[in-house]
């Protein structure tokens, strides 16, 4: 049974995340039923850091930001969530009763609010979701230590590069066209470099040939050299 505020499209892209993929029909047909759909306006605000947790989120379409406060009054952006992702989960199998992060909308936005406690609650029922949500959790882990890698490793261009590449991760063409979805200033916080440190990044890029910049859309003229730069390090 579908969700009275679920519409079959937001359903089955629920159902082919990494999160849900993993359930039986009927695990799944329950946490459907304390799901909700919400609309987020750009700049609105889902929860606020230290908030107590209450639900964990997929994210249909759009862009969400997790960000925290630094101590000089700064936000740090965490990570940015696109669509078929989700996120809050791993504070709850954490046991952590507050929200570590500031969540807000980059645009206009459409999540689907899960119950954390009823959805904690399917998990202790069965010990096989558990792995599977463990697993789920591991590829998670992963990815973000292969990020604080980036961040703290690399240069700005290679991590501007990187970026990029993430996004046109599903390309076939040698040359691909990024629509930036999200502000200029807002991927330098994710990148862990100033807004001034990834303009001077995206000009010697260009000035190498290897983008062209068009208002909100970054050219990448080729993606297999821009690769292999990136795997010889050589940005």
């Not at 937001?10 to 849900?20: L, Q």
Request: aromatic letters at 8%; hydrophobic letters at 45%.
């Amino acid at each position: 049974m579908i969700h009275k505020d679920l519409n079959q499209k937001v359903v089955i892209a629920m159902r082919e995340s990494v999160m849900f993929a993993g359930m039986s029909d009927d695990q799944f047909s329950q946490v459907l039923q304390f799901s909700d759909l919400l609309h987020k306006q750009a700049d609105q605000i889902l929860f606020q850091q230290d908030m107590d947790l209450s639900h964990i989120y997929f994210v249909y379409d759009g862009a969400i930001k997790l960000g925290r406060s630094t101590i000089k009054g700064d936000e740090k952006i965490i990570e940015v969530v696109f669509p078929g992702n989700t996120f809050a989960e791993g504070v709850l199998f954490a046991g952590k009763p507050k929200y570590p992060v500031t969540a807000t909308a980059l645009k206009p936005s459409v999540v689907v609010s899960i119950h954390a406690q009823s959805f904690l609650k399917l998990l202790k029922s069965s010990a096989d979701l558990c792995i599977n949500m463990l697993g789920h959790l591991s590829v998670r882990l992963h990815w973000m230590v292969k990020e604080l890698d980036k961040q703290t490793l690399h240069n700005a261009a290679f991590r501007v590069v990187d970026y990029f590449l993430t996004q046109a991760r599903d390309a076939v063409k040698d040359e691909y066209t990024l629509k930036l979805t999200v502000t200029k200033r807002d991927i330098a916080s994710r990148l862990s470099i100033k807004p001034e440190t990834f303009s001077r990044a995206l000009k010697s890029l260009e000035n190498k040939g290897l983008i062209e910049i068009e208002e909100k859309k970054i050219i990448l003229k080729n993606l297999p050299q821009l690769r292999s730069l990136l795997n010889s390090e050589a940005l």
